[in-house]
């Protein structure tokens, strides 16, 4: 099956600094990836969608200038946290879309095991 | 926009048994996606099992199948069988056949935490 990789699994980082998360399509082309954020026993927020190529699409709401995404290649986006503080604590996920031409991996979003990042 | 909803935050059931989790959602399109997702301790989203708004068969996938109404707009998610491995959070999520710049996007329900006892 489609595998989605997310790097680092856990950051803990000083306020202030900025933190690079990234997320790769492993096994299959992306040409659409989508980060997420949720709190504890919490649904998934959509932050942005990120297209290869072009600039992320961004959720109401969501500081662009905060958490800048770059999706340079096929299988790789990147969130960055600019300027982290506490607040930014969270967990952050990201998918990908799949789009095969057949089977289950048709026209799917996968995620990724998620990245804890914690601000202090 | 849709909507989807999720009614139960937590369900419970018995290892062996049958339980079935609820999901509702609201939209003005006839095509669509519907997906159930689970979320295990560890985090990782996991696929379980997708509807094509068009296709009038419910999906079934070993163990998991689904009710799906759609002009009740309704996609509940039955579990036979329960076993401990199911314990988890799940998800239901609608997403939209068209394209634009929403394509791909997947609208989630609250989720329904499962716990199963043995």
């Known amino acids: 099956g489609a595998v ?3 790097h680092p699994s856990r950051v803990i980082c000083k306020s ?4 690079k998360i990234e997320c790769r399509s492993l096994d299959f082309q992306a040409t659409t990836m989508f980060w997420y954020r949720q709190f504890p026993k919490q649904s998934l927020m ?6 290869e190529g072009s600039k992320a699409t961004y959720e109401q709401g969501v500081e662009k200038d905060k958490f800048l995404i770059n999706h340079a290649s096929l299988t790789l986006s990147t969130l960055t946290v600019t300027s982290a503080h506490p607040e930014d604590s969270s967990f952050y996920i990201c998918s990908a879309l799949s789009l095969w031409a057949s089977g289950e991996g048709t026209d799917t979003q996968y995620f990724g095991p998620g990245t804890r990042l914690t601000v202090l | 926009a849709q909507t989807v909803t999720q009614s139960q935050p937590e369900m419970s059931v018995q290892e062996a048994e049958t339980v079935t989790l609820s999901c509702t959602y609201d939209t003005s399109e006839s095509d669509y996606y519907l997906f159930w997702y689970k979320q295990p301790p560890s985090r990782q989203m996991i696929l379980v099992i997708r509807q094509e708004a068009y296709k009038q068969q419910n999906a079934t ?3 998991f199948s689904v009710n799906f109404q759609k002009a009740a707009k ?3 998610l039955k579990i036979s ?3 401990l491995g ?3 959070m799940y998800f239901c999520a609608y997403r939209s056949w068209s394209g ?7 609208t989630f329900g609250q989720g329904t935490i499962l716990t199963v006892h043995p």
């Open chain 1, 4 to 6: 989605v990789s997310q």
């Open chain 1, 16 to 19: 202030g600094t900025s933190v």
């Open chain 1, 46 to 51: 959509l932050m942005a969608t990120s297209n």
């Open chain 2, 61 to 63: 996938e070993n163990r």
């Open chain 2, 74 to 76: 309704s996609f509940s």
């Open chain 2, 81 to 83: 069988d329960s076993q």
């Open chain 2, 86 to 88: 199911d314990a988890a």
């Open chain 2, 100 to 106: 634009g710049t929403s394509y791909g996007k997947l």
